[in-house]
């Protein structure tokens, strides 16, 4: 059950704002409501962002018999084909329309770090099919990397905590950052407009898994929020895009993390049958990050409500509960 779809209005933080304790004011009325706001002025150029789209378009509107040679491997780097991920299968007839690009930490298949989980080396187009692609994905990894540490030392002066406190080498000093290139196809190509009521989303109803998430999109609306995941009916809210800015979300680790004082949120894609593309940039600590209720966020008429658990333990569980199993490909791939 849900009812009538509005506009959600979202509070917005400019990182360019010298006054620390205004941004901090914004952003922990924002965490305590719905656990999404936007962010400004966080210093990555228009012409950065416009590329990262253009260069994104370019691979999604590759045959898909040369998408499939990069599908996404045991490390989830690479190419997942619509209907791959199934985020809400209580109430999603197949799976998500919508195709993706996975891109992590590059770390060298000779490096000890790359025995990690969510650690290894990306896959990339050729520069002969795709020349600059693999520079500009690059590029944008590190800024916004760089814009997620800034926005994590607001969380944490929200949470009462040291400005510092997520910069650690735990945390993230060495972190799981994975930029992911979104792609919805329109509705004249694949016959599928959403229709919540017959179980068909461009994606389904989730939260995040991680710390935090920075979505860029274009001027396509279709992300809804749920900000009461247990209301009858349920309340879904558009939220729009904002030209140049980031929609912020927190994830459930740090909902874990603050014992429920901060929110993750549920979230959707609801498509009216345009063509959509956005960038998710998802924000992790350190595979061996143990996460367990932040020592300003229990007490005595508040204890911890989950069990303390590793990064690389909850992550892993979570991917391997949403996405197809790989041999579901093994005749794409021969």
């Excluded at 791959?84 to 000890?112: F, H, S």
């Amino acid at each position: 059950m849900e009812c009538s779809i509005s506009r959600t209005n979202l509070n917005c933080i400019s990182l360019g704002d010298p006054d620390t304790k205004k941004s901090v004011a914004l952003l922990k009325q924002a965490c305590l409501d719905s656990g999404f706001f936007y962010v400004v002025d966080h210093g990555i150029s228009q012409e950065l962002m416009d590329d990262v789209f253009a260069q994104s378009k370019k691979f999604f509107d590759l045959p898909i018999n040369e998408k499939m040679e990069l599908l996404r491997d045991e490390k989830n780097r690479g190419y997942t084909p619509m209907l791959d991920e199934i985020l809400d299968p209580e109430n999603q007839v197949n799976g998500d329309y919508k195709e993706g690009y996975y891109i992590g930490i590059e770390v060298p298949e000779d490096d000890p770090q790359a025995n990690r989980p969510f650690y290894g080396p990306n896959q990339w187009p050729s520069d002969e099919v795709l020349p600059r692609w693999r520079k500009v994905m690059e590029q944008y990894h590190s800024e916004a990397l760089r814009v997620a540490k800034s926005i994590a030392r607001i969380i944490a002066l929200a949470l009462n905590l040291e400005e510092d406190f997520f910069d650690k080498p735990e945390m993230l000093g060495e972190p799981i950052a994975t930029l992911r290139l979104l792609h919805y196809e329109g509705g004249q190509k694949t016959g599928k407009v959403s229709n919540p009521a017959k179980g068909v989303f461009g994606a389904g109803a989730h939260s995040d898994y991680g710390l935090i998430t920075l979505l860029a999109t274009d001027d396509v609306v279709g992300l809804q929020i749920c900000k009461d995941r247990n209301a009858q009916p349920q309340v879904w809210e558009y939220v729009a895009p904002v030209k140049g800015g980031f929609i912020v979300n927190l994830g459930d680790m740090l909902e874990r993390w603050s014992n429920c004082i901060f929110r993750s949120t549920l979230h959707r894609v609801v498509l009216d049958g345009r063509e959509r593309h956005s960038i998710a940039f998802f924000v992790e600590p350190s595979h061996d990050c143990v996460v367990e209720c932040l020592p300003t966020c229990k007490s005595e008429s508040n204890p911890p409500k989950f069990p303390p658990i590793t990064c690389s333990a909850y992550l892993s569980q979570r991917y391997e509960d949403t996405h197809a199993d790989l041999t579901a490909y093994s005749s794409n791939k021969a």
